[in-house]
């Protein structure tokens, strides 16, 4: 006997960038790890931001229909007034991927 869903119910998955991704050293975690405010440092963290592409086709294996993730804007914009070209067009490869 198993779980019957909707047809219309989208199985999928939810990330946050700063648990996945890993050495966003411009975000305020990192900088709140790294002075010690926190038990844990990320690092690395899943290291999604290098392995996307095969995290992404994990999810299309498992028969994902969606998936939520996150930006991290501290990426695209390190400093004030300054963005990040080759974080900006990660993004996009990953959005042009799903």
């Given at each position: ?27 305020d975690w990192w900088y709140y790890e790294q002075m ?43 400093r004030e007034s300054e963005i990040d070209e080759n ?12």
């Amino acid at each position: 006997m198993g779980i019957k869903f909707f047809d219309e119910f989208i199985f999928g998955t939810a990330t946050s960038s700063h648990q996945i991704e890993g050495n966003n050293k411009w975000n305020d975690w990192w900088y709140y790890e790294q002075m010690g405010k926190l038990p844990y440092k990320s690092n690395k963290a899943c290291n999604h931001w290098e392995l996307y592409k095969e995290d992404i086709s994990l999810m299309h294996s498992l028969g994902y229909d969606g998936y939520r993730f996150s930006i991290e804007w501290s990426r695209i914009f390190p400093r004030e007034s300054e963005i990040d070209e080759n974080a900006l067009n990660k993004y996009r490869e990953i959005i042009e991927l799903l």
